[in-house]
């Protein structure tokens, strides 16, 4: 989605920094536009406190808001629709008249979502994997960038449905998932590809080699028993 949607869409983690955002972005704001950028790089209005509280208010857990931001003479109205996400804050910036308004813009987030997360686990899908990959792929020929790619499958995921019944295979994968996105470093996300299948990305300027510390953390967290229908099990 966010390699094709018209939208100015953007997402920043818990330290400000870009990790997320449509190609229609860059376009707008060129160079600024690059992962792990501060938003005040992208947005420098929120270095202005009659700007900058207000954003703030949001990213430490308040309701989402619009932000009328400062033009210069000639320039078309802009404004930035603020809101809370899992790891940080998105941004959606309109041009010009006729925007939404702040129900019509907690709408759309809704919808936003649901196009790339999946309903049961709330990971990131198998589409906004796939966009994420082609993005990762896209950057390796960037100086000092380099990939990697972790892929989890839970064993005997089908004889846990089978034996224990559909609502305990869905307790399993909420109770990975979690697992998963924890045993995490910041700024990296999970997705569900499908059944028992996750998957997980790393971009940097850091080897390979270096991923094996999130890789083997995720898969420690999976050792452990899970609680299913009052039992544990492994």
Known sequence: LLANTTELLSFYD???????Y?????????????????VWEIYPSFLDARYRDEFLRVFHGGTPASIDLPRSSGEAPRSVFVFGTANGVGIIESRGHGGRSVAEEQEHVILLHQATHDVLTGLQNRRRFGERLQQALAAIGEPKQKAALLQIDLDDFKAVNDTLGHGAGDTLLQLAAGRNLAALPAGQSAYRLGGGECACRHLGKEDPPGTRRPARSCVDALQWPVGLNGNPHR
């Open 22 to 38: 449509a190609t229609k972005l860059k376009g707008v704001h060129g160079g600024a536009v690059a992962p792990g950028a501060a």
């Open 14 to 20: 818990r330290d400000f920094c870009l990790t997320h």
